[in-house]
């Protein structure tokens, strides 16, 4: 079985620029999770979606941040306009049902802004 | 505010030298602790979840024990590809994970 999918692994721009991270979860989870993982540090939730449905964005920063998943499948995670302090892993992580349920996560994508 | 403690923050074995990585926590209403390795340039792996304490689970060379308070990851006769960041999380209800900062296990041969 496929694991939980991300694109791109590498991705390096400079401040003010826009980026996007895209996100294919395992089939069949309608749960999926967007997390930031700094260095050193363990990985702290920014949205969680059921379904189509963003249950939780407490901690997405939303003057510069934004996420969907359409079609409650894929998502696209964006921040516009970067900063320097956004230089961080990007992990996507995915669970059979709701919160509760283990979660599965994918290699991450790298972000450096210069 | 739910809070995750690890310990060690690194450490390193040799070879057979068995060791245990701690995870002490604060949750109201404790609803999983999960354990993950990861390793360098990958995300989390997924390992154990406990869900009450007394509850133990175990693959391979690791072995996973929850209390009241914490939770220990057991590492018996490592090998070097034991080697990882091992990161702890907790939930509380249908809360997020709240990890700790992990343990960075070096084992050499």
């Known amino acids: 079985e496929a694991g939980v999918v991300q694109s791109p692994r590498y991705k390096i721009i400079e401040k003010k620029q826009p980026v996007a991270f895209w996100c294919n979860p395992i089939s069949g989870h309608n749960t999926l999770y967007w997390y930031l993982q700094n260095l050193g540090q363990g990985p702290e939730l920014l949205i969680r979606?059921?379904?189509?449905?963003?249950?939780?964005d407490s901690q997405l920063p939303k003057d510069r941040f934004s996420a969907e998943r359409l079609k409650g499948v894929d998502s696209t995670l964006k921040i516009q306009p970067a900063e320097l302090g956004d230089s961080a892993v990007y992990l996507c992580a995915s669970s059979v049902a709701g919160a509760g349920e283990t979660q599965y996560f994918g290699p991450g994508t790298r972000l450096l802004v210069l | 505010e739910d809070q995750v403690t690890q310990s060690p923050e690194a450490l390193r074995l040799q070879e057979g030298e068995s060791s245990s990585l701690n995870c002490s926590y604060t949750v109201s209403g404790l609803r999983g602790l999960f354990w993950y390795r990861q390793d360098p340039g990958k995300g989390p792996e997924f390992l154990f979840t406990?869900?009450?304490a007394g509850e133990e689970k175990e693959k391979e060379r690791l072995k996973a024990t929850l209390t009241k308070k914490e939770s220990f990851l057991h590492i018996t006769a490592p090998k070097p590809e034991d080697s990882a960041t091992y990161l702890c999380a907790v939930q509380a209800g249908f809360q997020k994970l709240v990890f700790g900062t992990g343990t960075r296990l070096l084992v050499s041969p």
């Open positions: 406990l869900y009450s």
């Open positions: 979606y059921e379904n189509e449905e963003a249950v939780d």
